[in-house]
């Protein structure tokens, strides 16, 4: 599991991505299609056509890092993306239940407490 600040972000590309891919092309493609900095410390997720294989790019303080995991049965769920956009965002909670196979179409959110401001 992941431990993330607060500040981090997930982009998710949705165009199918050539996982013989590494870090430079990535890096590429998230300034060329997700349309953001691969240096600012965020998360931007790739998956293949079969959605069966899925690759985190992000950027820590010394140097690329990349997350690459292939479901042997199965595949990824990314929730209300079918638009014709070529990214989107989501949170890092919910990236870590697409990691660990929940289908977050199926899954209800219940209702948590939140701070008022008046």
């Given at each position: 599991?992941?431990?993330?600040?607060?500040?981090?972000?997930?982009?998710?590309?949705?165009?199918?991505?050539?996982?013989?891919?590494?870090?430079?092309?990535?890096a590429?493609?998230?300034?060329?299609?997700?349309?953001?900095?691969?240096?600012?410390?965020?998360?931007?997720?790739?998956?293949?056509?079969?959605?069966?294989?899925?690759?985190?790019?992000f950027?820590?303080?010394?140097?690329?890092?990349?997350?690459?995991?292939?479901?042997?049965?199965?595949?990824?769920?990314?929730?209300?993306?079918?638009?014709?956009?070529?990214?989107?965002?989501?949170?890092?909670?919910?990236?870590?239940?697409?990691?660990?196979?929940?289908?977050?179409?199926?899954?209800?959110?219940?209702?948590?407490?939140?701070?008022?401001?008046?």
């Amino acid at each position: 599991m992941l431990t993330l600040p607060s500040s981090v972000q997930v982009f998710v590309c949705l165009q199918a991505t050539d996982m013989r891919k590494s870090f430079d092309s990535l890096a590429a493609q998230v300034s060329a299609v997700v349309r953001q900095d691969p240096l600012s410390g965020h998360l931007f997720v790739f998956l293949n056509r079969c959605r069966d294989r899925i690759k985190v790019l992000f950027w820590d303080r010394s140097g690329y890092c990349l997350y690459y995991k292939r479901l042997e049965a199965g595949t990824f769920v990314i929730p209300g993306h079918g638009g014709a956009d070529a990214a989107a965002a989501m949170t890092v909670p919910d990236l870590m239940m697409v990691l660990e196979g929940i289908d977050l179409t199926q899954a209800r959110r219940r209702k948590r407490f939140s701070l008022e401001r008046r």
